[in-house]
Nanobody, 115 residues
């Protein structure tokens, strides 16, 4: 059974940085594309970043140049380095694994940016 566990969220001041991690189990991680999404209070969940199994990346315009997605296949982990954080980045952040027949979500980690 696929499991995803996020960590690294917290409270940070505007302009600061955080690094989120998402550890996967129950799958051949290196073969899966991975994503980060976020959901702010009262808003729909939105795409943040994507990384293919081969390491190609793309980002939402709102985070381009500030956030970096990466992966360590040896550790079955995907990361989201978030720099120059803004109050509007406050949300619950979820990782998502694109499986062959379905996708899987983690439980989420809260990121709060104080202005």
């Amino acid at each position: 059974q696929v499991q995803l566990v996020e960590s690294g969220g917290g409270l940070v001041q505007a302009g600061g940085s955080l690094r989120l991690s998402c550890a996967a189990s129950g799958t051949i991680f290196s073969m899966n594309d991975m994503d980060w999404y976020r959901q702010a209070p009262g808003k729909q969940r939105e795409f943040v970043a994507h990384i293919t199994s081969g390491g190609s990346t793309n980002y939402a315009d709102s985070v381009k140049g500030r956030f970096t997605i990466s992966r360590d296949n040896a550790k079955n982990t995907v990361f989201l380095q978030m720099n120059s954080l803004k109050s509007e980045d406050t949300a619950v952040y979820y990782c998502y694994l694109e499986g062959a027949s379905r996708g899987y979500w983690g439980q989420g980690t809260q990121v709060t940016v104080s202005s």
